[in-house]
């Protein structure tokens, strides 16, 4: 079973940040938080994963609660092209317990 | 190669005939996994290679499905007497060891008649 809660579906207007949420309450000390999505008939692009620290690529921002419950996706300039599913996993980093489990995920639609 | 490659990218089969699915890692990943995703629906896990370990099978829906990775290179995966209800995208994945991000292949849409 998934470990993680995100809400079903979200919009946003293009050029502006969107923030996505998602709860891990029960996140254990050895578990990294991954995000990917999937643009419609395509198979998951990795975004950015973490375990404590907020960390930030070219694609998105990571930021993790310090009670590590919960985190936060942010696409700082959201254009049509990252309307996408978008999942937040956890799981074990490495060895032979590292495999994804994708629960439902959320709907990003852009909006022009 | 430069991603995960899969093939055939389509198949169509008549139910009860079995079929083989490939995948074809990026090279140097030791890591291997089949997701299916049904029309709609999520990613469901299948199975797991990690280098020379034993596989992860415990995604795998009935003993109709298996899976090999030879050479710790190229996996197939393998359905027998196939069912309507094994309509879906067979999703193929690789990393390094270590939790690396996946790289997602395209996929391989079957269709079951």
């Known amino acids: 079973d998934a470990k993680t809660t995100q809400p079903p579906s979200m919009d946003c207007a293009e050029g502006r940040a969107a923030n996505l949420p998602c709860n891990h309450s029960?996140?254990?000390?050895?578990?990294?938080v991954y995000w990917y999505r999937q643009i419609h008939s395509q198979g998951p692009q990795y975004i950015i994963h973490?375990?404590?620290n907020n960390e930030t690529n070219e694609m998105a921002s990571l930021i993790i609660t310090e009670d590590r419950k919960s985190s936060t996706l942010i696409l700082p300039h959201a254009t049509l092209r990252d309307t996408a599913v978008y999942y937040c996993?956890?799981?074990?980093?490495?060895?032979?317990?590292?495999?994804?489990?994708f629960g439902t995920g959320t709907l990003l639609a852009v909006q022009p | 190669g430069a991603g995960v490659s899969q093939s055939p990218s389509n198949k169509v089969t008549e139910k009860g005939k079995d079929v083989e699915l490939r995948c074809d890692p990026i090279?140097?990943?030791?890591?291997l996994y089949w997701y299916r995703q049904s029309l709609g629906q999520g990613l469901e896990f299948l199975i797991y290679?990690?280098?020379?370990?034993?596989?992860?099978k415990s995604g795998l829906p009935s003993d109709r499905f298996s899976a090999e990775r030879t050479g710790g290179s190229v996996s197939t995966l393998t359905i027998q007497r196939t069912q309507q209800e094994d309509s879906a995208v067979y999703l193929c994945?690789?990393?390094?060891?270590?939790?690396?991000?996946?790289?997602f292949g395209s996929g391989t849409r079957l269709t079951v008649v």
């Open positions: 994945a690789s990393s390094l060891a270590g939790g690396y991000g996946y790289t």
């Open positions: 029960t996140i254990s000390g050895n578990e990294y």
């Open positions: 973490g375990l404590k």
């Open positions: 996993i956890v799981a074990n980093y490495g060895g032979a317990t590292n495999k994804l489990i």
């Open positions: 090279s140097g990943h030791t890591a």
């Open positions: 290679f990690q280098g020379n370990s034993a596989p992860d």
